[in-house]
């Protein structure tokens, strides 16, 4: 029986994984993280205003709180030897360098993945096969116009993991204002749309002379397709050492 801890249990994304956790036979509950619950009970388990607080034996701790939070709940964790599942987005490159080299150093596994959901990691494992053969490249990023973070973890995470782009035009040759060529993120240019209608979708579309792939990830209105991904990273993260990014890192392995 794996012992879970859930940051963000109040969260969007938490509530569905209590229901989760809740109906797996092989997981427990053990303690939840919680600011504005804190004190009280999640499904028997008590909650804390700190994830420090809520790490006694505690097997897996899975982070859905915000950009302000994860970092320092996940070197809590792991400090600790807790193995971790990072849900939430907005960590960048140089945060996970840091979040990997503790994790090496207390030989504890961490899973990181920009989007939880089985087919968003299909969307990546294309988008990744193409890259090796497709030199050139954008990404696309639709949230609502109410999403403060840009781009989204899922797009982010997929530009960093394409790496260095290979434009047919550099920014220096362009005429007019950079900014409408979008962000680069490790050599991609990403493209973040704010919107009213959208919830989160993540676009990767590849060129050749006369002809284009585009590979599209679109999420519906809940949280449920994030909770099986994610589950599959709790029961797996402990084999690991370090940080490993992108759910479709471990449906490959």
Request: glycine letters at 10%; hydrophobic letters at 45%; charged letters at 20%.
């Amino acid at each position: 029986m794996l012992r879970v801890c859930i940051a963000g249990a109040t969260g969007w994304t938490g509530q569905a994984l209590v229901r989760g956790v809740r109906e797996a036979a092989d997981l427990e509950l053990r303690s939840a993280v919680s600011r504005s619950a804190a004190g009280g009970e999640i499904d028997g388990a008590p909650v804390y205003a700190s994830a420090a607080e809520a790490l006694e034996v505690v097997d897996v701790l899975i982070d859905y709180t915000s950009v302000e939070a994860v970092k320092g709940n996940a070197l809590a964790a792991i400090e600790a030897g807790v193995a971790v599942v990072i849900g939430t987005s907005g960590l960048t490159a140089d945060d996970f360098a840091d979040i990997d080299a503790a994790a090496r150093d207390h030989s504890v596994g961490v899973v990181a993945s920009g989007n939880f959901s089985l087919t968003a990691a299909m969307a990546s494992a294309a988008a990744l096969l193409a890259a090796r053969h497709l030199p050139n490249w954008e990404v696309i990023d639709y949230a609502s116009a109410t999403k403060p973070d840009v781009p989204s973890g899922t797009a982010r995470e997929l530009a960093e993991r394409l790496g260095e782009a290979q434009l047919g035009r550099t920014l220096d040759q362009i005429h007019g204002p950079v900014e409408a060529r979008g962000a680069t993120v490790s050599g991609t240019q990403v493209h973040s749309v704010r919107l009213p209608s959208f919830v989160v979708s993540t676009e990767v579309v590849f060129g050749l002379p006369d002809e284009r792939l585009t590979i599209r990830h679109d999420a519906g209105g809940t949280p449920e397709p994030y909770v099986a991904g994610t589950l599959l990273a709790v029961r797996r993260v402990r084999e690991l050492v370090g940080l490993t990014r992108g759910l479709d890192t471990l449906l490959v392995s």
